[in-house]
């Protein structure tokens, strides 16, 4: 009889991926997974036809095609002021997902402990699982997206080896602003530690607030990994394509993982997403304010119905606080939500490495067409107005 080694003995399928299947089976509109449905550019998907049609599709360099790497590069010094050598500090991967595999591979020990902010994103948690990292959590005050730098200063060990951090952020909708940043890096300077940060979010980022690189402060650079990603600035998150940048030595060793593992991101599709990093500002714009529009309709909405949110500061995900309404935890109000009102969210727990810490919240997501969100908030209108029960 086959058995499962043990580190998957444990894994289940996502509760995220479980619901959509719910989800579709009442035909409902799904709040919950962070699909962004909304069309992909045109020029990229004519580009992936002629990438197709004319040929490029045997394997790339394992480090991604190099006129893309050139145009990432050149992203990075225009909008994230990181200066990076395409040459030996950029490399393409299957997804931020694929890059952020092969940094935590790359650069601990089994064992070794890496902290994360919680609520956190899950695939973090569960990918430093897999490759058998201890974990320790740092919390993010939902209510004004506060974190106690003290707290994380002082668990701090010395098996910690590594931090990671998600700007903005997903699920809570945080934005680290560059004081946090230059508290964070230098307490990573004081216990030597590195820094994984994940970007993928970072053009979406509302008034008030400013994506900043931790690798373009002081001299972060050298302790830190970059990672990004196409999948949610250009509506592709089929296309598998992300992007690091680090310590030439380790994007190094972090490419020959890759090779192991993947081989190669995906040929044509890197040829034909060049363009998108050479998109105008005015793309970036039109898109935030479209996101901006979607977050103001959600908070006031889910507000009217006792709802308690803090406005994210960036990203398409919001965390909903449910102690003001009739459910006795996520779990219970993402079923009801679900059966009742067909729209589907995410249960707080699935963010939490202890489910109580996450027990009074939901996440939604809110990239989806403005037709659908707003019959998700009639739908959920029509039972708050009844009760919830
Ligand atoms: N990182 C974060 C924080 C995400 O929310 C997601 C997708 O939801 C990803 C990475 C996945 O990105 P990719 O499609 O590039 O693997």
Redesign the pocket.
Known sequence: MLKPNQATQSLKQSGIRALGKRCAAVKGINLGQ?ICDLPTPEILKQQACDAITHGSSTYSACEGVFDLRVAIAEKLLNFNSIKADPEQEVMVAH????AFVCAIQTLFERNDEIILFEPF?S?HKLILELLGMQIKTVPINLTDFSIDYDYLDNIISTNTKGIII?TPN?PSGKVYNREELLTLGKIADKHDLTIIT?E??EYIVYPEHEHVSLASLEDFKDRTITIS?L?KTYNM?GW?L?YVTGPALIIEKMTLVQDLLYVCPVTPLQNAAIPALRFLPDYYEQMCASYLHKRDKMVSALQSMNYKITAPEGAYYLMADISELDYSDDAAAVTNLLDKAHVACVTGRSFYMNPNDGKQVLRFCYALDDKKIATALDQMAVIATRGHL
């Open positions: 962070g997804g931020s997902t694929g994103y695939y998600c997903n994940d993928i979010y990603g999948s998150t598998r992300g």
